[in-house]
Nanobody, 122 residues
Framework: QVQLVESGGGSVQAGGSLRLSCAAS????????MTWFRQAPGKEREGVAY???????SYTDSVKGRFTISKDNAKNTLYLQMNSLKPEDTAVYYC????????????????WGKGTLVTISS
């Protein structure tokens, strides 16, 4: 059974930092396109960052220069380091996995976590 379990969410003031983790079991993330998504209240879910099996990364424009996606294949864990947080970063953050060699922002991921809430106050 595949499980993706996010952690690290919380409430911080604007300008602060958080590090999200996504612990995977049942899959080996080194072989997957791993993506962080977020969904803010009243908004559609959006892709935030992805990292491919080759380590290539990409970010949505609004987080470039502030967020860093990474993974530890040995720990089978995905991370999202979030710095210079803004109130508009407030959302539930999800990690997701798709077993595909070409990584990009896909809507139809194979597996999803249940999410972790990030709240940024001004």
């Amino acid at each position: 059974q595949v499980q993706l379990v996010e952690s690290g969410g919380g409430s911080v003031q604007a300008g602060g930092s958080l590090r999200l983790s996504c612990a995977a079991s049942g899959i080996t993330i080194r072989s997957y396109c791993m993506t962080w998504f977020r969904q803010a209240p009243g908004k559609e879910r959006e892709g935030v960052a992805y990292i491919g099996s080759d380590g290539s990364t990409s970010y949505t424009d609004s987080v470039k220069g502030r967020f860093t996606i990474s993974k530890d294949n040995a720990k089978n864990t995905l991370y999202l380091q979030m710095n210079s947080l803004k109130p508009e970063d407030t959302a539930v953050y999800y990690c997701a996995a798709r077993h595909i060699s070409y990584c990009r922002f896909y809507v139809d991921m194979n597996f999803w976590g249940k999410g972790t809430l990030v709240t940024i106050s001004s």
